[in-house]
């Protein structure tokens, strides 16, 4: 696993890719200076949250991102509350109610709000599908999972102590199953790695479509549990 993990020490180093090209090791994390004024804004934007969500979050925890939609999901999910599962509709709905009151002026005009420029977004020229506003937030998800060497888009998150949790549980009339999210926050570091939760969720193509071995993470299924790439049996997450 820690081969594969990025490391701010290797940023600017040539790596082979999965497509057997060279290619630079980008920058993902967040130098010393970065943590002091993105924590100093936090403390700010968060003085007149409830101090029980506050406190839910723990002590390590702030939000990492500049601001854009990674950060007003992250503070959607922190204003819900941290370390409870929420619905995809209740993500959403949070994130509107927050980015509605933020206003894009032009010449001292107001043109738009933060939502209403990320629901008109064009999806990118080389994406094979396009997503709407649900499937871009469900990316997004994915996005904060992602610890690998070249694609760290969840390294933040685990500096400041945390991860993004993802639950599948199956549901009628929905073949990829009903998403709830969790921004899980800990007491360490090496703790902090996202959890794919399928314990409820029958996969309808072989388990290979949804499961990587490759994962930085835990996998749970109803009968097995895969942390960082080695199959455990159940008994070792109860027993955890």
């Known amino acids: 696993m820690l081969k594969i993990m990025y490391n701010p020490a290797d940023v600017g180093k040539e790596v082979m890719n999965g497509h057997g090209k060279l290619t630079k090791i980008r920058k993902y994390h967040m130098t010393e200076a970065e943590i ?83 629901r008109g977004k064009s999806s990118r020229d080389s994406a094979t599908k396009c997503k709407d506003v649900i499937g871009r937030v469900q990316e997004n998800m994915v996005f904060f999972q992602r610890l690998n060497k070249l694609h760290p888009t969840g390294y933040k998150l685990r500096q400041v102590c945390s991860s993004v949790d993802i639950k599948r549980v199956d549901k009628q009339g929905l073949p990829s199953g009903y998403f709830s999210y969790k921004l899980h926050t800990y007491q360490s570091v090496e703790e902090a790695l996202p959890i794919r939760d399928y314990e409820k969720f029958k996969f309808p193509l072989h388990e290979r479509r949804y499961i990587s071995y490759k994962f930085i993470g835990t996998v749970i299924t109803s009968n097995k549990v895969v942390i960082g790439g080695k199959l455990h049996d159940m008994s070792f997450m109860q027993s955890g």
Do not use: C, D
Request: cysteine-free.
């Open 36 to 118: 002091k004024v993105a924590r100093s804004k936090w403390l700010q934007e968060t003085s007149g949250v409830n101090k029980s969500i506050v406190r839910r979050a723990g002590k390590f925890f702030f939000n990492p991102y500049r601001k854009g939609v990674y950060y007003y999901q992250i503070y959607s999910m922190f204003l819900l509350g941290a370390n409870k599962w929420h619905s995809l509709n209740s993500v959403i709905k949070k994130m509107e109610e927050i980015m509605s009151k933020i206003f894009i002026m032009k010449g001292g005009i107001v043109i738009t709000n933060a939502w209403e420029k990320f």
